[in-house]
């Protein structure tokens, strides 16, 4: 999903496989593109929307290995090949001078290790700038934790840094720069795993053990007594972190 200056708001359905835009009343436009392999057309997947200071939309589209570009009207601008092999949700990042920030694989993932996940820095005309990899942390797990394990969290601001932590405690990092870190520490109590979400999740455990292992990376670990503080972090366009 992604909202420009005038209130429109973009979605993308990945059962219907549409593009689609809504005013700022909610009531529908237009289906932007189609499916596809031609320019502006998509197929089943979007990684990322984001709108640029000049009004125009981007997409990511994975399967085609590139990302679209739309006009304020919807019809194609550009595209600009990006060839990931990463399906992650809020892959992609808009920062300052329409700057991209795409998360990739920096190499190959290796059992029950965390993947090597990096930023790919590409300018407001597509070229590849640099990649940026996340910080190393004190602490972090070199593990997978599950669904309420221990975890290292990450996200991008649109000023240009990291922010990130472990989440065994309500704490987290902005790293503006190599001088400039700034930590955020809360207090907190620790929210138990009730039984019936306990038996709920051991459940779901249940079914990827059977159905999705030929696809999975990790052993997925027991379940906690309790919640973490905090499961993800992203940053919004005015810099509050959420």
Known sequence: IAVNDAGDIFVFDGQAQELRQYDAEGRFVQILGGQGEG????????????VRSDGRLIMRDPRNRRLNLYNQDGSFSDQWDLNSG????QSLFLGKNDHLYQKILTGRPERNKPWPVALLHLDEQGSVVDTLRPPTLP???????????????????PEGYFVAGVNESYTFRLYKSEENVVQIER???PIPLLPDERREHEALNDWYREYQS?????????????????????????????
């Not at 320019?39 to 984001?50: H, I, K, Q």
């Not at 990463?86 to 949700?89: A, S």
């Not at 070199?142 to 601001?157: E, I, V």
């Open 187 to 189: 207090a907190y109590t």
């Open 139 to 157: 602490g972090e797990p070199t593990s997978s934790g599950g669904r309420f394990g221990p975890d290292k969290t990450w996200t991008f601001s």
């Open 39 to 50: 320019p502006g057309e998509y197929r089943d997947a979007s990684l990322g929307l984001a």
């Open 86 to 89: 990463l399906f992650t949700r």
């Open 214 to 242: 030929q696809h999975m990376t990790s052993d997925i670990p027991p379940l906690p007594n309790e919640k973490p503080p905090y499961k993800n972090l992203t940053v919004d366009e005015r810099g509050r972190i959420w």
